[in-house]
């Protein structure tokens, strides 16, 4: 059994393409905080409004084959909750 691992490599051009910064739940604690890119980088410490999430809607979802969301909640995704079915 392979370890568990993120999935997600933290670059720049991944970086650029989060939509967390212009998501509904995101919110001015994890602004000050710097975070972001939550499905890479991992969860916040901040209180989350789960007003909607735009990871189902954002390319690296969609290149690294998640199938997840609310990544600020859950953590980072890891190669344990990625899909393994064919797209
Ligand atoms: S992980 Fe989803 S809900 Fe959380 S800030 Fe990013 S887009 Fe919004
Ligand atoms: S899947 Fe969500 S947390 Fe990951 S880069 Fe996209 S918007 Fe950001």
Redesign the pocket.
């Known amino acids: 059994m392979a370890e568990e691992s993120t999935v997600v490599p933290d670059t720049e051009e991944n970086t650029e393409k989060?939509?967390?910064?212009?998501?509904?739940?995101?919110?001015e604690c994890?602004e000050n905080e710097g975070e972001?890119?939550?499905?890479s980088r991992g969860n916040?410490g901040c209180k989350?409004d789960?007003?909607?999430?735009?990871?189902l809607h954002?390319p690296n979802e969609i290149e690294y084959r998640l199938n997840s969301?609310?990544?600020?909640?859950?953590g980072a995704a890891t190669n344990k909750n990625v899909a393994t079915k064919i797209l």
């Not at 972001?36 to 499905?39: A, G, I, R, T, V």
């Not at 969301?69 to 859950?74: A, R």
Request: aromatic share 24%.
């Open positions: 989060c939509r967390c910064p212009d998501c509904p739940a995101y919110n994890m972001f890119f939550f499905c916040t989350i789960k007003r909607g999430c735009l990871c954002c969301f609310y990544y600020c909640e859950k």
